[in-house]
């Protein structure tokens, strides 16, 4: 009797369980449904609908004329690093060491390199969660163990963290917590006073705080949002990531910023080297005039949030079946529909009979009671187009 040979392994069977192991991402998913399809609007990730502003194009091409299309310094362009000095003094009031800025591939690589240089296998991050998937699968890659922490609602609906609960999740094997403020995709936003108390509690167990600070300039109600900047010192364990893709309609040009702690340059510098040695140098020229020239730019694209904020919190709040809360900042909102508790079903409904593109909660965790996340960074014109869709949709659920 012949005993059957067992299949031959692949090369995917020989991959570490992180990498084999890393969910698929729900938010792409969807929108690779309908891409390309013109007649959707297209609510689902994170990207405004104006392109990016003329005076930030004409950098990068004058930069490419003038010759700018070489190697440089790993950290980034001198220049780059003065004008984002600059940047935070002029927002924050804050002064911060142009040697303790590095230039990054976005802020996905932002956090990437800020993990790379605290994390171990096996260290925890603790994190207020709903939360942007990508940070729980950074930690994933580098075998870590991700530890959400749930945010809560008040009696008005808005979400809000309880630093005891932070506190209660830290363990021996605890290395990092991580912030995003204005969060995607709750919109919630930690004061300046919880801020600081995190602080002293990162201080007193020894604990690195990262904080996701891309949102910043996206509140409704107050001027801007508070940083960690504002209330540590350069000593002090804390990396800030951030990114050009939202305040200067830059998401595909692909550059952000890490804040460090003074003294770590050569680290990040290394880390650059060996990640991607610099981002393109006619696009760090084309950074310094989005940073020198675009704060009414900004100003432009938070009014047209504002408004279009309005336009969907008050639309979806009218109907019977939804439940919505205006968020504080950032350029998200979430609702969820009574009856529905599968997010990527209903986001696939909507998609397919409706016409809007909406990325589901699950993505972030945030699945049992059917919520849905829409970016209103559009014109209160296809703002308003999408409401009326949803509209005729959600009613006749």
């Known amino acids: ?121 096996g260290d925890e991050v603790i994190y207020p969660a709903p939360h942007w998937p990508n940070l729980a699968a950074t930690v994933q890659v580098l075998g870590g163990t991700a530890v959400p922490v749930p945010l809560h609602r008040d009696e008005s609906g808005a979400f809000r963290l309880e630093l005891a609960d932070i506190e209660a999740a830290i363990t021996p094997r605890t290395r990092v917590i991580a912030i995003n403020s204005p969060s995607n995709p709750t919109g919630w936003v930690m004061q300046k006073g919880q801020m600081a108390a995190l602080r002293d509690l990162a201080r007193a167990r ?110 979806l709040a009218a109907i019977p079946k939804v439940r919505v809360q205006a968020p504080e900042g950032s350029f998200y909102l979430m609702f969820s529909v009574e009856g529905e508790t599968d997010s990527r079903a209903l986001a696939v409904r909507i998609l397919r009979q409706a016409k809007v593109g909406l990325a589901p909660g699950a993505a972030f965790g945030a699945d049992p009671d059917g919520k849905l996340r829409l970016c209103f960074a559009v014109s209160p014109e296809l703002a308003r187009d999408a409401m009326a869709r949803l509209d005729g949709y959600l009613r006749n659920l």
């Open 1 to 121: 009797m012949s005993t059957a040979l067992a299949p031959a392994p692949t090369p995917l069977d020989d991959l570490p369980e992180r990498i084999r192991g890393l969910a698929i991402n729900q938010i792409a998913e969807i929108a690779d449904l309908a891409r390309e399809d013109p007649a959707v609007i297209k609510l689902w990730i994170g990207e405004g609908d104006l392109p990016t502003p003329p005076f930030v194009v004409e950098a990068a091409a004058e930069a490419m004329r003038a010759g700018h299309t070489r190697y440089t310094y790993a950290l980034g362009l001198p220049r780059l690093r003065e004008a984002l000095a600059a940047y935070h003094r002029r927002h924050w009031g804050v002064e911060v060491a142009e040697s303790r800025f590095t230039i990054t591939t976005g802020g996905m690589n932002a956090i990437m390199q800020g993990l790379q240089a605290i994390l171990s296998p």
């Open 206 to 315: 020894g604990l690195w705080l990262l904080s996701d600070e891309v949102y910043n300039h996206f509140t409704y109600g107050n001027a801007i949002a508070p940083s960690f900047l504002e209330v540590c010192d350069a000593s002090d364990r804390l990396l800030i990531s951030n990114t050009f893709s939202k305040n200067w309609a830059m998401t595909g040009w692909r550059a952000g910023w890490l804040i460090f702690p003074e003294g770590m340059a050569p680290v990040f510098d290394n880390l650059s080297q060996y990640n991607t040695t610099s981002i393109p140098t006619f696009i760090q020229h084309a950074c310094i005039a989005a940073l020198e020239q675009g704060d009414g730019f900004i100003q432009t694209m938070v009014a047209r949030c504002r408004e279009s904020r309005r336009i969907f919190s008050e639309g």
